[in-house]
C-alpha cells in the first residue's frame, strides 16, 4: 500500500494571534507546518506529501520548502482545499492522511493507528471521548447539562483509500465541515481510532506554549560518585582539590596524588557510564607520572560537555585527620571550579575525621568521596 498524507495548511488562523497565519508562524526550531510534514515525511509508510497553502501564500516564502512536498493553491472553504489537494496526489497512491497543519505535534504511533483501521474499515480517524461535563451555556450562565455519552472530539490525521474518496468528493455538495462528513455522506464507514492529547491543535496564542512545552525533549539526569584512597610516604606537601598544602608528608600515588580530585573525576565518569580515571590514564602509561590531575578532572569535563551534559554541582567529602582542611577549603571550591568551568556556589568541599578509627584514623592514608550531578537540558 502507498500512503500521501495531504496537509492543510490553507487557513488564515486569526483567533492565534500573530501577523501572519498561525501554521507559518514558528515553533521552536521550524514552522508549525513544517513540524507536522517533518512528521508525516518521517514516518515510514508515508511516500508523497501534498501541502495545499492559501491562493495568496503560493508565491510568498511562508511555506517550507522542506521537507520536499508537492504544493497547491487551496480554496475558499476546507473542503475545497482537501480536493484541491486530492488532485495533486500521484495515480500510484492507495492510502489518503489528511492532516491540519495547525496539529504539530502528530506522532508516529497515531498515524499507525489510523492506518491499521483504515486497511480494515477503508476510513478511520483518530477521536477523544469527551469526559468533561458539558454545559449548554448563554450569555454567561449555564442553561441546561448535556449529555456527553458517545461523544468525541475529533482530530487528524484522517484516512482513507483514496479511490472512495475521490467518489465522495465528486459527489459531495462542498457543505460538509471535514473529510469525514465528505466520505458519510457518500455511506462510507469511518472507524475511530483513540486520538492522542498531545496532538494539540493550536488555535488560540497560549497553545504555542503549550505545543513548545510538549516539543522540549525530557531532561536527562545523571548522578554518580567516586571513591578514592591515597597513603601517605615521605614528603613535605600534598595537593588536595587542586590546592597545595604544606605537611609532614605528602601523599603516594603514579600522579600528584590528589585524592579529592580523582574522587570527584570518578564520580564524572561514574555520571557517564564512562569507567574510571585509571582506563582513561592507565598508570601503566609511564607520561601520566607525576601528572597534575586536573588534567584528569578536565578531560572528565569535557566528556560530560560532548556528551550535551552541564554539571549541576560537586560534593565532595575528605576522610582525613591532618592536614586541617577548613583554612584552605574557600581556596579548593575556588580551584576545583575554575577546572571545571562552574560557579563556586555550585562545589561543595567538605571534610571529617574518622574519628582515629581505621587507617585515615591511624592517619596512614586520605580517602575522598565525591557525588556529581550532570543535568542535559
Ligand atoms: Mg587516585
Known sequence: MTTAAIIVAAGR???????????WQTLG????AAHAMARFAAHPAVSQLVLVVHPDDID???WPRSPAATVVAGGATRAASVRAGLT?????????????????????????????????????????????????GATGHVQAVQPRENLYRAQTPQGFLLAPLLAAYAASTGQETDDVAVARAAGLDVAIVPGDEDNIKITSPGDFARAARLLRPDMDIRCGNGYDVHRFGPGDHLWLCGVQIPHTRSLQGHSDADVG???VTDAIYGALGKGDIGQHFPPSDPQWKGAASHIFLEHAVGLATSEGFGISNVDCTLVCETPKIGPHHDAMKAV???YMGLESARISVKATTSE??????REEGIAAIATVTLVKP
Open 88 to 136: 495533486a496526489v500521484k495515480t500510484d497512491i492507495d492510502r489518503v492522511l489528511i492532516h491540519d497543519a495547525a496539529r504539530p505535534l502528530v506522532s508516529e504511533a497515531l498515524i499507525d493507528r489510523v492506518l491499521d483501521a483504515l486497511d480494515s474499515t477503508g476510513a478511520a480517524a483518530p477521536a477523544i471521548a469527551v469526559t468533561d461535563t458539558l454545559w449548554l
Open 261 to 263: 580530585m580523582h574522587a
Open 336 to 338: 576545583m571550579a575554575a
Open 356 to 361: 582515629k578509627l581505621g587507617f585515615t584514623g
Open 29 to 32: 526550531d521550524r514552522t508549525v
Open 13 to 23: 488562523g486569526i483567533r492565534a494571534g500573530g501577523d501572519i497565519p498561525k501554521q
Open 60 to 62: 510568498t516564502s511562508l
